[in-house]
């Protein structure tokens, strides 16, 4: 069969297609980029730890409560009147001393009582002079008549006349005293340094007896109520029977806020309340300060300590024998923690707790002296991963919460707020540098 040359045309384009294709196949092939091996680095978490310190040391409670007035009182009207002046209790928010006069009441009625009281004892005394002067004869008109007065009668002596003239006369006298003291009482003075709450009565009032005139407080000692559980008064060594050598060695700071400032003062335990609150079972801890208005040379800035403000106290108690403080950062769950084994390895450790606060555990057992405990979070904690793990110095890098110097500061007085470091900066710099790579 004859082929025809538009075929052999055909045939021949497919063959030049095909000898190109297998050409340029050969040269991709032979001329390939070849791939650089590179060594895979392995990235480790990044672990911050601590340190454990085992040693004697305080445990640190932490309760709050407000402020009120060791004494506060209604000052109520002795005498009935009306108020004729105002002297230092003019306003609410005032403050006064002891002895100073708050307000008079009108005294031209006790005046006159005076007046009539001091005539009947006037009239007392002379009746007690008549009865005297009889009595004295009666015994002299016996005496001459041959009679002996110590075996006459009374009544013939007129004793009953003389006991009643000197009755008469302490009757007059009394009543006198008691105008004297109403008299006294239209002057109403403060029985102690004190403040003004409110005042309720004002010039031109008639008042009764019994009348409250106004609501004060004294000004020389503050008190705070601290509500403690029942464990937390045993870790602070104190016993429920008020022993005084119990409170007066626990240390008691308060601290409030004022203008964005934390303020703080020294007080001291005075007892503890007799009964259990039985709606939470708490115990409650009477703390005081003297002085509260008193400005300190120290804390010109510190504002007074007014009843009602807002305070959080801070207690130290007893020494524990074996106390592991921790910061809080470092708890994870309710009672465990992450540790750095020998081999630079995350382990998890469970722990027999005393107590925590917002900064604080304390552990009672559950870690060993010197054993690395890590206090940042980690993602995908497994039991057994390696760690790069750094030391993190709490000294160096606290943030107190306490008016004293770092110097002065105890571990538990330290708060575990610790900025980034340097070294976990370049670290994570590292790491997410490799990660791209």
Do not use: C
Not at 99 to 127: C, E, F, P, W
Not at 145 to 174: C, F, M, V
Not at 192 to 211: A, E, L, M, P
């Amino acid at each position: 069969m004859k082929t025809s040359p538009k075929a052999k045309k055909q045939t021949l384009v497919v063959l030049a297609v095909f000898t190109v294709s297998v050409v340029i196949a050969s040269l991709l092939f032979v001329l390939k980029p070849v791939a650089e091996k590179q060594q895979v680095t392995a990235v480790l978490s990044l672990a911050e730890y601590v340190r454990v310190n085992i040693q004697p040391a305080s445990i640190t409670v932490r309760t709050q409560g407000s402020v009120s007035a060791k004494t506060h009182i209604n000052l109520v009207a002795e005498v009935s009147g009306r108020i004729t002046h105002m002297a230092q209790l003019k306003s609410n928010g005032g403050f006064f001393k002891k002895g100073d006069l708050l307000l008079n009441i009108d005294s031209t009625d006790y005046q006159l009582v005076i007046m009539r009281a001091r005539a009947q004892v006037a009239a007392a005394k002379q009746q007690l002079i008549k009865a005297e002067v009889e009595a004295g004869q009666a015994r002299y008109d016996l005496k001459q008549i041959g009679r002996d007065p110590s075996k006459s009668t009374a009544y013939a002596l007129r004793e009953p006349h003389l006991a009643e003239a000197q009755a008469n006369l302490q009757a007059a006298q009394a009543d006198l005293k008691i105008s004297q003291l109403q008299m006294q009482r239209t002057y109403v003075k403060a029985p102690f340094d004190g403040r003004v709450v409110s005042k309720f009565v004002d010039i031109g009032q008639y008042v009764s007896t019994g009348t409250v005139l106004a609501d004060i407080y004294s000004t020389d000692i503050a008190q705070i109520r601290l509500p403690l559980s029942l464990y937390q008064t045993e870790l602070l060594g104190i016993s429920l029977d008020n022993r005084p050598s119990d409170l007066q060695r626990v240390d008691v700071e308060l601290s409030s806020e004022y203008f964005s400032d934390k303020h703080y003062w020294q007080a001291r335990l005075s007892h503890i309340e007799g009964v259990l609150d039985e709606r939470n079972r708490l115990a409650y801890l009477v703390a005081q300060v003297v002085g509260p208005y008193v400005r300190d040379a120290k804390y010109p800035d510190r504002p007074f300590l007014t009843p009602g403000m807002f305070v959080r106290a801070r207690l130290l108690g007893e020494k524990k024998d074996a106390v592991a403080i921790l910061p809080r950062a470092s708890l994870r769950r309710e009672h465990e923690v992450w540790v750095i084994d020998e081999n630079d390895r995350l382990a998890k450790k469970r722990l027999e707790i005393y107590t925590k606060d917002e900064h604080f555990v304390y552990v009672k057992s559950g870690l060993q002296q010197g054993e690395r405990v890590i206090v940042n979070a980690i993602d995908y904690p497994l039991e057994g991963m390696a760690l790069h793990s750094i030391e993190i110095d709490l000294a160096e890098n606290h943030l107190s919460d306490s008016p004293s110097s770092s110097a002065e500061l105890s571990p538990a007085e330290l708060s575990p707020q610790v900025q980034v470091s340097k070294t976990q900066t370049e670290f994570r710099q590292k790491k997410n540098k490799s990660i791209n790579e």
